[in-house]
């Protein structure tokens, strides 16, 4: 990928991605995780393209709304521990890069400047259930779950769920889904608004039409602020942890109980 001299989109053949599938048909564009043999876990080159196809559906004026999915069973399980535990244990430095850029991933999408809609169309774990927070709504197919299992592996959830769950289903359920680490089934998460639809599997498709076809008639630059104004209490949930959090993670990788909770991880 090289950058451009102007901030001006291109196709999507010319951003040559490796990791992800993006495809624009305007209104809509879609970004599918295409990583299905390790259920779209996030490695370093995924977070890149994701954050550059960020990028670049907000440069492009033509794009109304932006589509998240994945390939196969799995919206997303987050982290790829396999990655982890051949390049990030005992590394703190290379850590703190990974971790960049999955901060910069999160940050291009929450502030693309146009709504965006999550098609959970399977599980998200962990990274994937943040990412699908990130999105402004999420229309998730009913045999599909959330889980977070961050405290079972060495890895504290804050990459967005203990920032943005107290906001989202409040702080009591938060703690629940965190601290129990328990599978979410879709009907429930709708119920707790940690997603706002769950739907037939069948019907999945014909739900997410529908949102894209109703946000893609309202104005843009009135989207924009609208959207900017509402992510406040994400916003400053975010920056008041997230750099900490980078540190301290990082320097987790050092620490006993996250290597032996990810190799017993591993070698299951």
Known sequence: MTEPDAPRPLSPDELGFERIRYEKAPPRATITLNRPEVLNAFDFRMLRELARACEDASWDDEIRVVVVTGEGRAFCVGADLRSWGAELLDNPREYWKWFGAFKEMHDRLREIGKPTLARVQGIAVGGGNELQMACDLAVMADDAFIQHVGPEHGSVP?????????????DRRA?????????????????????NWSVSRAELDAKVDEVVEKLATKLPQTMRYTKQQLNWWRDISWHETIGHARDWLSLSMLNDEAKDAIRAFLER
């Not at 804050?158 to 409040?170: E, S």
């Not at 703690?175 to 997603?195: D, H, K, S, Y």
Request: glycine share 12%.
């Open 158 to 170: 804050a990459g967005g769920a203990t920032q943005w769950l107290p906001i989202m289903v409040g």
């Open 175 to 195: 703690r629940e889904i965190l601290m129990l680490c328990e599978q979410i089934p879709a009907r429930q998460a709708a119920e707790w608004g940690l997603v």
